[in-house]
């Protein structure tokens, strides 16, 4: 949330950088906004586990070791080209019971 109200901020006219009132109103008003959309999207929590399953994987396990195999593509050792695999592979499983278990959960609950 916080570049979001970076970003809003450097809106902010210069002669009004002194006051801080404005970046008070913008945060509060970001945090209201997430509250309200939290409190109005039924099962906003497994939404959100079945968002982080499949791109918390994909950004820290996933992504990394497959840009430093397309990087040093002719460079890499067998046995660090072994433990990139390794890791993305460990990544995918992982996002796989991730995503399954938030979809198995929001079903559960769309039946109730």
């Known amino acids: 949330m916080s570049p ?8 902010i006219p ?5 006051s801080h009132i404005y970046a008070i109103l913008i945060r509060t008003s970001l945090v209201i906004s997430t509250l309200i959309v939290g ?8 939404v959100m586990s079945l ?10 396990l996933i992504l990394p ?9 002719g460079k ?3 046995i ?14 992982s996002s796989a019971f991730g995503t399954c278990s938030a979809l198995s959960k929001i079903v559960e609950n769309l039946r109730s």
């Not at 409190?39 to 497994?46: D, E, K, M, T």
């Not at 968002?51 to 820290?60: D, P, Q, R, W, Y």
């Not at 070791?65 to 593509?73: E, F, G, M, V």
């Not at 660090?80 to 499983?93: E, F, H, K, S, Y």
């Open 39 to 46: 409190l109005s999207i039924p099962f906003f929590g497994l």
């Open 76 to 78: 890499v050792t067998r």
């Open 14 to 18: 210069s002669s009004h950088l002194k």
């Open 65 to 73: 070791p497959a840009c430093y195999l397309s990087i040093l593509r």
């Open 51 to 60: 968002i982080g399953s499949l791109l918390t994987m994909l950004v820290t």
């Open 80 to 93: 660090q080209a072994t433990l990139c695999i390794i890791v993305i592979a460990v990544g995918v499983v």
């Open 4 to 11: 979001v109200a970076m970003s809003l901020e450097e809106l």
